[in-house]
């Protein structure tokens, strides 16, 4: 049987590898636009402009009245015309924002089955934009938003872009997972300019050592006015920039998101290039969800989205708990995610913030649910990060579990190492996850990334 056409052609990949770089240029930006009538196509400026963050210094009360008129027009849109809540959803409007809970959650597994249950039959398929989740654990997950969805949590990201001076259409510099040179490739550039969002887009998948000063003067170059992106990129460019001493490029802020900061390194990270470093924490489904302050709390865009921190068991965690973050989109009705499960772990706030702002808080965000260690006697363990804290001169790090009963610590060293530490962190892993678990620790120059180049700190590959 003859191989069928399409297989014989190169994939857009490989294309893009081939095409000198002039093309790749074309490229890119031709996918750029077609990003771009997704999400700021039309009287953007108007939607950015209701979304403006001085509504978080509102009273909760007002905040929290308008979430709940924003639900019930939500709510009745999707039990009419969406397959999946036309089934699962009651009829009664919602009397308060409490009684959401009254509601089903929604599992990742229940959109994988079957991912156009959930947008509405009134929607002609070619007016959605199917997205993809890598899926840490390995399962992609697709899910489909529409324009309108869209473009309310692109306006939502924009209008607080521009809160902290670092308006879109000003030029910036992102580091993420996105393709933009061949992955063995050894020689610069690891970076591609995208001309309608004015961006230099960095590759997070070329940043080893010998690199770091080509990626700083390509930053220098582009005359960027602030940056954006994965914060385990920026953090290895400012231990660089410590390192080696000098200038770095001018920023007027860094806004980083898509995988978890620790303090310190968010610290670091300010100390190298003098500004200042806000992290932000969303999903791809959900848009997003809740931006840094000064204060370096996390501040939930009620504007957006509807958060609940709830246990295993489906309840609301008591105050300090961490608790799986379960968001509901106000973004659209057409693709609407009603309780979501985000999978991730957070903590809510239980005072005022200093910074001004009235709309609930996050003080952490804890890292993922999948992120954990499973032991030999059948426990499941979170929240590894003081696991490393004893150890001197350690730049990154990453706990994994690598067989039934046996994890490694991964160690990338500063020049200030301190190998004698470790022994002080192997005992604290071995005090978190028994003595029936072998500890050992290596030294690594570079932790492996996921396939979209992120950085995970706790990881199972069994
Ligand atoms: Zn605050």
Known sequence: MAVPLIRRL????????????PVRRVLVNLEAARREWFRRHGDYRALVARHDPAFYRR???EQEAYQLAELRRLLEGARRDVPHYRASLPPDPLATLADLRSLPTLEKGMLRRDPFAFVSERLPRRQLWARKTSGSTGTPLTFHLDREATRH?????????????????????RFSGAYVA????TTPPFWIWIDSYRQLQCSAYHLAPPFFDHYLQAIRAARVAYGTGYPSAWYLLACHVLERGGAPPGLRAIITDSEGVSLDQQAVIEHAF????????GTGEIGQVAWQCRERRYHVLTRIVVIELLDAAGNPVAPGEAGEVVATSLAGANTPFIRYRTGDLAIAATDPCPCGLQSPALLSIEGRLDDYIQTPDGRTVGRLSH????????????IAQVARDQVVIRVVPDADFDPASMAAVVAAAHRYLGAGMQVRWERVERLPRTRAGKLRHVVREL
């Open 274 to 281: 003098g500004c200042p470093v806000y992290q932000t924490y």
């Open 153 to 173: 949590q692109q306006a939502a990201a924009d209008a607080m872009l521009a809160a902290y001076g670092c308006p879109f259409g000003e030029r910036r510099a």
């Open 59 to 61: 009273p909760l009360a």
């Open 182 to 185: 061949p992955y063995a490739r």
């Open 387 to 398: 696991v490393t804290k004893p150890g001197r001169g350690i730049r990154e790090s990453q």
């Open 10 to 21: 190169p994939t857009q990949q490989q294309l893009f590898d081939l095409a000198p770089p």
